[in-house]
């Protein structure tokens, strides 16, 4: 299939048929049904819609995902990005490619996010989203679609904002480990006045105990001795036996897709160039120290 990249997994979950029960899940809660009053309007037993939003199901059928979604009530973009899972369900690494399999408007990202219990990112151009003030948000949609007018972009810059809530929350934040190329920071989005107040939010926010910022400064180079883009490594925790309730997850960034991978090797190599990144980083200390003198470079260029 154009734009995708497959490995069959028959039988094992996988990251597509996880999510695919995530959003599954959620629309039956959404509704306050129970396992019980679902499994019985698809003339199924409880257990098989059980395995099937815990992502264990042996075989995900299309026209039950659409039944699902028709009981749920769920939109026609939103069951339309549900089937492309469940097309995806033996997938292990995949290149969401926008407008293919899953529509380009559903963040298969936002739902593994909001799952994680740790990220590991590297950010060689911007401020990564969970650490944006809304100012810095605004100018990066409006430049996305220069013709929206302001309420037509206010949707996107309030969801942002609301995914922060994952760090700020009083139970179990999110633990956020950011590793920002020097460039993110000259890098004027806006107006000095927008970068200044940018850079100061991100050195008050790197004094949280959940959250670490690093600074990869010109002078480091290239530390991986190769060219590498925006990534995060999602991590989701252990259950109470130590084991880890999900695998760990590579989300890459593109310009026309976005890459997913839950393979072993993609993984230690992408946490390997992480910890050789960090290790050229500035320590959490010298990093908040030099965004604040950025911050009133800036400040003195208004």
Not at 153 to 179: F, G, H
Not at 267 to 293: C, F, G, M, P
Request: charged share 25%.
């Amino acid at each position: 299939m154009s734009g995708w990249k497959t490995m069959s997994i028959s039988g094992s979950s996988t990251l597509p048929r996880r999510q695919l029960g995530r959003y599954l899940r959620e629309g039956r809660d959404s509704l306050g049904m129970t396992l019980e009053e679902v499994a019985s309007l698809m003339q199924w037993g409880k257990s098989t819609l059980h395995r099937l939003e815990r992502g264990q199901a042996d075989r995900v059928r299309e026209l039950d995902v659409r039944e699902l979604c028709r009981i749920y009530g769920l939109s026609a973009d939103r069951t339309a990005a549900l089937i492309g899972l469940a097309k995806q369900a033996a997938v292990k690494s995949w290149w969401h490619e926008f407008g293919d399999v899953i529509p380009a408007n559903f963040s298969v990202y936002m739902g593994l996010e909001s799952s994680a219990r740790s990220l590991r990112s590297y950010q060689p151009d911007l401020v990564p989203g969970l650490l944006q003030t809304e100012d810095y948000t605004r100018v990066l949609a409006h430049s996305a679609n220069p013709s929206a007018s302001p309420s037509e972009i206010d949707p996107s810059v309030r969801i942002k904002m609301q995914r922060q809530a994952l760090l700020t929350r009083t139970y179990n934040p999110v633990d956020m480990a950011v590793i920002l190329h020097e460039g993110a920071l000259r890098r004027i989005i806006g107006s000095h006045r927008v970068m200044s107040n940018q850079l100061r939010h991100l050195a008050n926010e790197s004094s949280r105990r959940n959250i670490t910022i690093r600074v990869l400064r010109f002078a480091a180079g290239m530390p991986t001795g190769e060219q590498i883009g925006p990534f995060v490594i999602l991590d989701f925790g252990v259950d109470g036996h130590g084991k880890s309730v999900e695998p760990t997850i590579v989300y890459a960034e593109g310009y026309t897709g976005d890459m997913y991978s839950e393979k072993e090797g993609v993984v230690r190599r992408y946490a390997d160039a992480y910890e050789t990144i960090q290790r050229n980083a500035l320590d959490e200390v010298s990093s908040r120290t030099l965004l604040r003198a950025i911050a009133k470079e800036y400040e003195r260029e208004r």
